[in-house]
Each structure stands twice: as structure tokens, then as C-alpha cells.
């Protein structure tokens, strides 16, 4: 990323530069290790969303993304699509790539698990279903990064997220 010094990773982490080189080999490293704490938070919304089902886990999932967009606490945009356009021989991109589909993975995960449950549509293809929460989570980051608060605040977001959801829960009866 494009002005990231080691002495500004150093400031921000609270340690000395020479600190840094104990646990990094490079500038690279330290990018590398901070893309993926941003994917560990991630992964941990989502293997730790609370609920009893697989669709409550969804909807959770959601709404912890919403809160956390609306209330711009996240801290996971900005860096994230910094790494995305990074050049590709530093390695950010492709990494950013390979966790964000170790994200589907889990999301899919989650949507067999809801199958099983008999609570999503047996004829729901997994891996769209957890692409298309992909989706909704770019489009709250996108309208975040564009400061277009009101996909957030006018609930325009959790209407696109709460309309997939029926389409694809098994209506209780």
C-alpha cells in the first residue's frame, strides 16, 4: 500500500521499528500479517455468529455487518481495498483473494449446515447462496467507501439482505 512506512506501521502498532523486524522479515510481511487479521475478524463473525439455526446465524451475520458499516467501526474497507488494487507482485492481492474465498467457503458452510436443519431450501445452490452474502457485504463496503451512509441508514441494504434471505428459507408453518 502506497505510503505505508514501516515507521507508520511501527506508530500504529505502539512499538519501535526495530520491534517490528523481530516478528517481520519486511514492509511486505507486515502488509501480508495485516490483511489477514482483517480476514480472521471475517471468518470470526461468522463462525461465531450467535444463534440456533443457520438462518438466525444469517441474519445475525448481517446485522453485525450493517452495524458495523453504519456506524463506519469496522476498520476492515479502507485496508481491505487497498489490497485489492495493490500491485500484484506484492502479494496483497492474491492473498486478499484466497481469504475472501476461504469466507465463501465458510458461508457455504453455513448454508448446508441450514439444509440439514431443513430450514434453507434443499434446491439452493450453496455456493451462490454464500456468494450473494458476499455481494450484500460489498455493497454495504462499497456505499461505505462512496460515503452513501443511506444504503445503510434508509435500510436499503438490510431490505436487499432480509428479500434473499425469503427466498431461500423454507417457510415455517
Known amino acids: 500500500m502506497q505510503g505505508t512506512t514501516t515507521a507508520r506501521i ?12 523481530t516478528y517481520f522479515e519486511n514492509r511486505q510481511d507486515m502488509l501480508l500479517a495485516a490483511l489477514d487479521v482483517l480476514f480472521d475478524r ?14 438466525e ?14 456506524a463506519r467501526r469496522f476498520g476492515f474497507v479502507s485496508p481491505l481495498f487497498e489490497f ?16 475472501g474465498r476461504a469466507v465463501v467457503d465458510l ?18 445452490d450453496s ?10 457485504f460489498w455493497f454495504e463496503d462499497i456505499s461505505s467507501l462512496q460515503d ?6 434508509e435500510g436499503i ?7 434473499f434471505l425469503e427466498q431461500i428459507v423454507v417457510p415455517q408453518s
Do not use: C
Not at 57 to 70: K, P, S, V, W
Open 148 to 153: 452513501m451512509a443511506e444504503v445503510v441508514s
Open 57 to 70: 446465524r444469517l441474519r445475525n451475520i448481517g446485522q453485525r455487518h450493517t452495524g458495523e458499516t453504519g
Open 42 to 55: 471475517a471468518e470470526d463473525t461468522i463462525t461465531l455468529a450467535p444463534g440456533g439455526d443457520a438462518v
Open 127 to 136: 455456493r451462490r447462496a454464500a456468494w450473494r452474502v458476499m455481494a450484500f
Open 10 to 21: 511501527a506508530a500504529a502498532a505502539g512499538v519501535s521499528e526495530p520491534t517490528l523486524y
Open 84 to 99: 485489492i488494487i495493490a500491485p500484484h507482485e506484492t502479494g496483497l492481492r492474491e492473498r486478499a483473494r484466497d481469504r
Open 107 to 124: 458461508l457455504q458452510t453455513l448454508f448446508e449446515q441450514g439444509k440439514v436443519e431443513g430450514r434453507i431450501r434443499p434446491d439452493i
Open 157 to 163: 441494504s438490510t431490505e436487499f439482505f432480509d428479500e
